[in-house]
């Protein structure tokens, strides 16, 4: 039960000194008796909070930035209209526009409220308490409750990177054959006969079928289909570093699912491993029309831990869940000491059976400290700049004496730049 501000005013005047009213118990009793009644009366007719009946409905998901609408369905199975203030609580990373509704809902009637929701964290959010203040028709009391009502909105990737898809997606279709431009690669599929073109390869040329006709005969291939990809997020501590306010796991994330919306187009298969320690999510056998909704959802929970990524376990993982040939992407730092200390003992236990290729955000701030001048500070800071970029260069360097293919880029530019890898990698016949 609260006192409101209009009963504070009343009885703040009914316990004046008994001189300002009456000299006797007669002025004290004159005023503080109607008042009390009409207390009484306004707090009796409020309608009761606790026999409510509220249910929600709305939605479950949203992409990270986007609106989500949950409904509350507000019950009112007693005798007295309700006339009140609605709070439904939620976590400030999901940023309500408003979380306070005034309801009325008649007797024995139901009403919706709706709290707009824009999620500014990946993961699941939980609804708070719901709390209830019912006025009386005098607003004079209210009476107050809280109401549990569970609902979870999952905040899912952004996914920024599928602005790139359509031109992808086109490349892809040059070499598929799709289009007038075909290519040749080491492993590819035969497709057809066509005329030759002056400028075409002339390995290509099909001499027996050219003896049977008049002109000569080129034959056109396609990249093979049905490939095998595995995506793997390294969530160790080097992931947790913010490049850009935001983390490098969810740049890594973004390029992840360019890619693999990109090669499930590509008729291949999409795979995904998040592991530091442990694995933390592990995504495997999804059709070409699941495994994108599939990826996004395992990557909504995924958080950056603060250990060292377990090198050793990771390809051990790798290699009992992937027996067949695979195009291994694997999303880590280029930072020498994990590279050097974790994974270059291990690389070649995956060279040797699987394609691999790493791939790693830049810091663009790297890049602006090293092309700073003007002062002694920021000649300082250019040169510090300058050795992080050389040992970086030379940790890269590192890894394609290995065989393995390197893309280090910016969090703008590593999603399309991995997609142009894997294309060349597909082009080539190396998947």
């Known amino acids: 039960m609260a006192l409101t501000g209009r009963a504070a005013l009343l009885a703040a005047l009914g316990s004046l000194p008994v001189g300002l009213w009456d000299p006797g118990w007669t002025g004290i009793l004159a005023v503080n008796a109607p008042l009390a009644l009409a207390c009484a009366c306004d707090f009796a007719l409020a309608a009761p909070v606790r026999r409510l009946s509220l249910t929600r409905t709305g939605d479950t998901t949203a992409r990270l930035g986007e609106p989500a609408d949950v409904t509350l ?57 719901v709390t209830i203040r019912s006025y009386g028709p005098l607003g004079l009391f209210t009476r107050q409750g809280t109401h549990k009502v569970p609902w979870t909105l999952r905040a899912l990737p952004p996914f920024t990177s599928r602005k790139h898809l359509p031109a992808k997606l086109a490349r892809l279709r040059e070499l598929d054959g799709r289009t007038s431009v075909l290519t040749r690669g080491e492993g590819t599929e035969f497709d057809s006969l066509r005329e030759y073109v002056p400028g075409d390869d002339t390995r290509s040329i099909d001499w027996r079928a050219t003896a049977r006709q008049t002109t000569v005969a080129l034959r056109t291939w396609r990249p093979e289909r049905d490939r095998h990809i595995l995506l793997v997020l390294d969530t ?130 790297i890049a602006r400290m090293a092309a700073a001048r003007g002062d002694v500070d920021a000649v300082y800071e250019a040169a510090a700049a300058a050795q992080a970029q050389t040992e970086r260069h030379r940790t890269a360097e590192q890894l394609r004496r290995h065989g393995v293919t390197v893309v280090d880029a910016t969090p703008d530019e590593l999603a399309p730049a991995l997609a142009d890898a894997y294309l060349a990698l597909k082009a080539a016949g190396r998947l």
């Open 73 to 129: 369905t507000i019950t009112n199975p007693s005798r007295r209209p309700l006339k009140a203030q609605l709070r439904d609580a939620w976590p400030p990373s999901t940023a309500p526009e408003t979380d306070r509704h005034p309801v009325t809902v008649p007797t024995g009637e139901r009403r919706r409220v709706t709290t707009r929701l824009r999620p500014t964290r990946r993961g699941d959010h939980q609804a708070d308490r």
């Open 236 to 365: 160790g501590r080097t992931s947790a570093g913010r490049v850009d306010d935001a983390p490098r796991l969810d740049a890594a994330m973004d390029a992840a699912l360019l890619l693999a919306a990109l090669a499930s187009r590509a008729g291949d298969r999409v795979d995904l491993l998040a592991h530091d320690r442990r694995v933390r999510a592990l995504v495997q056998g999804r059709t070409a029309r699941d495994v994108l909704p599939s990826l996004v959802n395992a990557m909504a929970t995924l958080e950056a831990q603060l250990v060292e990524t377990d090198a050793r376990a990771l390809t051990s993982t790798i290699l009992r869940t992937t027996p067949r040939r695979t195009l291994l992407v694997l999303l880590t730092t280029l930072d020498t000491a994990p590279v050097e200390e974790g994974l270059l003992p291990v690389l070649p236990q995956l060279t040797q059976r699987h394609t691999v290729l790493v791939a790693s955000v830049a810091d663009p701030h």
